[in-house]
């Protein structure tokens, strides 16, 4: 699982590519490698934004006001589920259990938990991500 992690970390997903060298190294079936990837919601198979949103929207943190708010961000970056922004930034989708309930709405950016949040905090958040990629362009260090 850590070289899946770091795997992620270094392409922003696992590709085929990816779980194949995972595989050589540990030397088990690529099939086993293929399998804890999708089995793991902390895991992406498919190419995401810089920023991958994850909202839990499990009942307890549904009962938080999780639904509605996964629905404002959607909204507010103008993306549908599993959509990523067209400057490449935010990836949202949904989630099941991140073992936060009692701080929801919470969600999981890349590796990192935000909780008891609204829909200021995460505009501000946005906001200043995109702030901070248009000083990296304009600096010439896109990513």
Not at 18 to 45: C, H, N, R, W
Not at 52 to 66: E, F, M
Not at 99 to 110: E, F, G, T, V, Y
Request: glycine residues 6%; contains cysteine.
């Amino acid at each position: 699982m850590p070289l899946l992690y770091l795997a992620q970390e270094e392409y922003g997903w696992i590709s085929e590519e990816a779980m194949a060298q995972v595989a050589e190294l540990v030397d088990i079936d690529p099939t086993q490698v293929k399998s804890i990837a999708g089995f793991y919601t902390m895991y992406s198979e498919k190419p995401k934004g810089k920023y991958w949103l994850q909202v839990c929207t499990d009942l307890p943190c549904a009962l938080r006001g999780a639904d509605e708010f996964h629905q404002e961000l959607k909204d507010y970056l103008g993306v549908e589920e599993g959509g990523t922004t067209t400057d490449g930034l935010f990836t949202v989708e949904h989630v099941m259990c991140l073992a936060a309930c009692d701080k929801a709405p919470m969600l999981q950016c890349n590796f990192h938990y935000m909780e008891n949040l609204d829909m200021e905090q995460m505009k501000q958040f946005i906001e200043e991500k995109r702030a901070e990629a248009a000083r990296e362009k304009a600096n010439g260090h896109e990513e």
